[in-house]
């Protein structure tokens, strides 16, 4: 099936930022610093390995049940009928934006895509380019692309799905064991204020992150496009001056969030900086998008506490 999947990619997400003093809690700008070195190899199922910039494509008897993506900074496993991810994981290899205080953590534990009894079956094009990955898969009615970077903060991931039948693919996203989703008391402090954004102004929301008690300095968030999170019934109740009450009704696990993502959409993730600015939402986007979410350090950082109080960690971690 032809691909129509558009190429803003992750490379748009990695905006580019100065670098700014970093205080407990706060996350460093994202910047071309935090890819120093950086760059994938990857490990077919018939254990050849490819490095190096290239683009190439593998036959689908050589892809196997597994392929082992390993950066410098940034590894993962990606499960060749489905595209899958496994084991999303900072590395703490040294890096001055390093985000983990140089221990490895899984930030994902697993990024699971249903396909409703599609599968991945054909050859796999393999795009290697200094710390840019891109793989792309196709099936009977179905195509997949994965975009990485190999970098130590920033926009390092997207995943996007594509379908011949149109409809939506839902991707279930569970955290690592040493990290959790709360949402984030500096959003809710400043929820309804209009703030400066590049030539004009957006609204504080609120806003979900995921956090680590084993770093000061790790912060990420989901970053969807043209994608729905699906509620699963973990109600929570959060503090939030700015509501009525006080308080605000938040349905959302600890460990785990769910998304119906659009043919052609795209589920990413952030981390840094890019985790914590006030930006409008990602342009409705299905094919052929550019550049034009980019921030480029134009947008009011909140940061986020450390460690994250109880009170705003989301519970329970799975539903039911």
């Known amino acids: 099936m032809s691909s129509r999947i558009r190429r803003c990619g992750v490379i748009a997400a990695v905006v580019a930022g100065v670098l700014v003093g970093l205080a407990p809690g706060a996350a460093q700008a994202a910047s071309s610093k935090g890819c120093v070195n ?22 689908a008897n050589r892809i196997g049940a597994k392929l082992l993506v390993r950066g410098r900074y940034v590894t993962f496993d990606v499960v060749g009928s ?52 891109e793989l792309t898969r196709t099936g009977t009615g179905l195509s997949m692309k994965i975009q990485a970077k190999d970098c130590a903060n920033g926009g390092i991931f997207q995943m996007e799905p594509e379908r011949a039948d149109g409809t939506a693919t839902r991707i279930t996203h569970t955290l690592g064991p040493d990290v959790f989703y709360f949402d984030n008391p500096n959003f809710r402090a400043r929820e309804g ?26 912060i990420a968030r989901d970053s969807p496009q043209v994608a729905t999170r699906v509620l699963q019934g973990c109600i929570n109740f959060i503090p939030a001056p700015r509501v009525a009450g006080g ?74």
């Open 82 to 133: 489905t595209f899958g991810v496994l084991d999303h994981a900072f590395t703490g290899a040294p890096n001055e934006l390093d985000q983990t205080g140089g221990r490895r953590i899984v930030l994902f534990a697993s990024k699971t895509p249903d396909h409703r009894g599609l599968s991945l079956t054909g050859p796999m094009s393999v795009q290697i380019d200094k710390e840019s990955i």
């Open 38 to 59: 950086g760059g994938f190899a990857v490990t077919l199922g018939d254990g050849s390995v490819l490095r190096g910039d290239q683009r190439v494509t593998i036959a």
């Open 247 to 320: 308080i605000a009704r938040v349905d959302h696990c600890g460990k785990q969030s769910v998304w119906d993502v659009a043919s052609g959409g795209r589920m990413g993730g952030v981390t840094g900086e890019d985790a914590h600015e006030v930006a409008p939402p990602a342009t409705a986007c299905t094919q052929d998008c550019q550049a034009q979410n980019q921030v480029r350090g134009q947008s009011v950082k909140l940061g986020f506490p450390f460690p994250v109080p109880d009170a705003n960690r989301l519970k329970p971690p799975f539903p039911g």
């Open 193 to 218: 204020d209009v703030v400066p954004y590049k030539d004009t102004t957006a609204t504080v929301t609120a806003r979900v992150n995921i956090g680590s008690d084993l770093s000061s300095r790790l």
